[in-house]
């Protein structure tokens, strides 16, 4: 039996309490299948700052480089928790491995499942058909306005030193001035748009079957974007089966929201990303729902969209879902990368669970309107995920 090495970083907060339910889901699978997983559990993050001086033990990213298949993350950021220099404690273990690892590409797919209300506004809930909301949003993670931050992870990673974007002068700006530099490049614009193209070309199209992928971006004003764009135009030409659509950030937004059955695969810069997708999480019934892979051509991170909401954290109350889905897009890209049947139907039968759980489950959390805890939640989706696994 081939054992997948899950190097998981729990990380801050309710990160800590959804990780156990993606164990939870992975030891259900191993239990029924003949899939094995060594699972390395790695603190880290703010909180882990604030404990013990350091975001992770030295090592850790070199072992999540080098000895993990994938990676699973639960949540950064803790209020207090901060570098020196002002910066993200725990930004070395998001960001860091996101641009150590080269995970140029942060898939996150907004749907909305059946029996789940999206959160537009109370009341709107009760009119909004399930089959309008299924698209998948590619925020581009390696550059944009998150460059330099990211650039200064990958560096503190590898132990080198800091690195801080050339002071310029702004005509114009007196007094103190931060920048943020954001370069775009080619390179780092076709890989995520060609991404943004075979994933489209998986799919079966929006609501009315029509199979697009969206340039999202604002190239009426920023050069990067129009970089962007121009690098859009030249890879969609060798798709010709997928209309090539265009929006600019602002509008699309509204789009998203009034229409969101227009969009099929939509690929943006990494700060529209960013924000992009959680306000589409309000269709899919909250950031409780809403998964995400980074992914690059060797490594991939896997992590729920959601923070880790310190207001909640400790509680046990928060929807594991998120994260659960998160476990399924994992074995979907473990499964294409090893073309590995096995691994390939074990994330069909996530799915499977999640949709059943959500049509007919008792047990939901909160934010769906339920009392149930987190566990209570992992642990109804982990047997659905035994029921099906042995019944096949
Ligand atoms: C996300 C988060 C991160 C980001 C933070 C925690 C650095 O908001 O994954 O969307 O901005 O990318
Ligand atoms: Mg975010």
């Known amino acids: 039996m081939v054992e997948h090495r899950i190097t998981i970083l729990p990380g801050d907060g309710t990160g800590r309490e959804v990780v156990l339910e993606a164990q939870r889901v992975l030891d259900a699978i191993s239990n029924n299948s003949n899939i094995g997983f060594e699972q390395e559990v790695i603190p880290c993050g703010g909180q882990h700052f604030l404990e013990t ?11 999540c480089r080098d000895e993990s298949d994938a990676l699973i993350l639960g949540a950064i950021g803790w209020p207090g928790a901060k570098l020196e220099n002002g910066d993200l404690a725990g930004g070395e273990v998001i960001l860091g491995l996101r641009a150590g690892l080269e995970l140029y590409a942060n898939v996150r797919p ?65 007094g103190e001035v931060a920048w943020d530099p954001r370069p775009i490049s080619q390179n780092g614009s076709e890989r995520l748009i060609r991404a943004g193209f075979e994933i489209a070309s998986q799919r079966s199209g929006n609501s009315d079957g029509k199979s697009s992928v969206h340039c999202v971006d604002k190239s009426n004003v920023t050069r990067g974007c129009q970089l962007f ?30 229409n969101p059955e227009w969009f099929d695969v939509v690929v943006t810069s990494n700060m529209f990303g960013d924000i992009a997708t959680d306000l589409g999480s309000v269709l899919q019934g909250g950031m409780g729902m809403a998964s995400s892979a980074n992914i690059g051509d060797k490594h991939g991170m896997f992590e729920p969209v959601h923070g880790s909401s310190p207001k909640h954290a400790g509680q046990n109350k928060v929807n594991p879902i998120a994260t659960i889905l998160s476990v399924q897009q994992m074995l979907g890209w473990l499964g294409n990368k090893n073309n590995d049947q096995e691994l390939l139907n074990a994330s069909v039968v996530i799915d499977q669970a999640v949709a059943e759980h959500l049509k007919y489950g008792k047990e939901l959390t909160y934010d769906l309107g339920g009392t149930a805890s987190t566990s209570q939640v992992g642990t109804s989706i982990a047997q659905r995920i035994s029921d099906i696994l042995s019944e096949q």
């Open 110 to 174: 907004i749907k909305l499942y059946e029996g789940v209300l999206h959160k537009v506004h109370d009341k709107f809930a009760q009119h909004w058909q399930p089959e309008l909301v299924d698209m998948v949003v590619l925020r581009e993670n390696t550059e944009g306005l998150y460059h330099s931050l990211l650039h200064r992870s990958a560096l503190k990673v590898n132990g080198k030193s800091d690195y801080e974007p050339p002071q310029l002068d702004f005509p114009g700006l007196e």
């Open 229 to 258: 764009r121009k690098v859009f135009k030249e890879v969609s030409s060798s798709y010709p089966k997928i209309n090539a659509e265009f929006a600019f950030i602002d509008a699309f937004t509204m789009w998203l929201i009034r």
């Open 53 to 63: 001086g350091k975001v992770w033990t030295e090592g850790s990213y070199e072992f």
